[in-house]
């Protein structure tokens, strides 16, 4: 991740590719006929007015005037707060999928224009590839990347994204121009790292520790603002050897690349 300047109402531009990777929560929805909105389950460590899911499905209700509502429930497996998108990515789906049971018939920029408001990685799950982004990460082109085998690595912790891109530490990267210039480099560094590691050192134990697994592809990477760390790999069988060589005190999966997402499935 690129960060190219700071904005004056306060966000990043910023220069990325967005991977899409076959590893999601799952979500469930029950349409109401009273308009109330409630999570019926999951994602208990969030209180329920501050989840993207609530509040995308409130969104959603209020700009089209919906009457209907719906209970919600999630389970859980994308760690929270690891720079993933798993908020983000809930939030899509929630607007998708209510888009359709409300009867709402929103467009795809409809929907992203309400997502933006929620987060700026919304937009890159309701469009649902895998993409070069720009702006805040709403400007998105589509791109096909390779088809490899993704390590990720959790240390368990939790960064805010306010935090990283308040700190002293933050670098920033001129403007490349053109996605080319920015995927032949062999290994894009990420601004947010060295951020990151001032605020939890573990994410630079995690790096090396990755940098001891055998046939990975490039320099392992930390996720957007962290604290996952992630290795890339052409085989899954090697990125399922150095899975299970993960230490007992962090946690971790490995998924297959996505060129698309199954939400677009119809």
């Known amino acids: 991740m690129h960060i190219n300047c700071k904005r004056k109402d306060g966000y990043h531009n910023l220069q990325t590719i967005f991977q899409l990777l076959d590893y999601c929560d799952e979500l469930n929805f029950s349409v109401r006929d009273d308009g109330v909105i409630n999570r019926s389950g999951g994602n208990e460590a969030v209180p329920e007015a501050d989840d993207l899911i609530i509040k995308a499905a409130k969104a959603l209700q209020k700009s089209a005037g919906v009457n209907l509502g719906a209970d ?39 929907l992203s224009a309400i997502g933006l408001k929620l987060g700026a990685d919304v937009p890159i799950f309701i469009a649902g590839q895998s993409a070069w982004a720009e702006g805040v990460g709403e400007i998105l082109t589509p791109i096909s990347l390779p088809k490899r085998y993704f390590l990720v690595v959790c240390i368990n912790k939790s960064i805010s994204t ?42 630079l134990a995690a790096l090396t520790h990755l940098k001891s697994a055998k046939n990975y592809l490039y320099e392992p990477r930390m996720t957007g603002t962290g604290c996952c760390v992630f290795a890339e790999f052409e085989a899954e069988k090697d990125a399922l050897i150095a899975l299970n060589n993960v230490p007992k005190q962090w946690s971790g999966f490995v998924a297959p690349a996505l060129d698309s997402s199954p939400i677009l499935t119809p």
């Open 72 to 110: 919600i429930s999630v389970h859980k497996k994308i760690p929270a707060g690891g720079g993933l998108g798993g908020g983000s990515s809930n939030a899509a789906t929630t607007l998708k999928a209510l888009n359709q049971l409300w009867g709402v018939q929103y467009s795809t920029q409809q």
């Open 162 to 203: 306010k935090e990283i891109f308040l700190h002293k530490a933050l670098t920033t990267t001129p403007i490349l121009g053109k996605i080319h210039a920015f995927s032949e480099l062999a290994n894009p560094h990420n601004d947010c790292l060295e951020a990151a590691i001032e605020l939890e050192g573990e994410i």
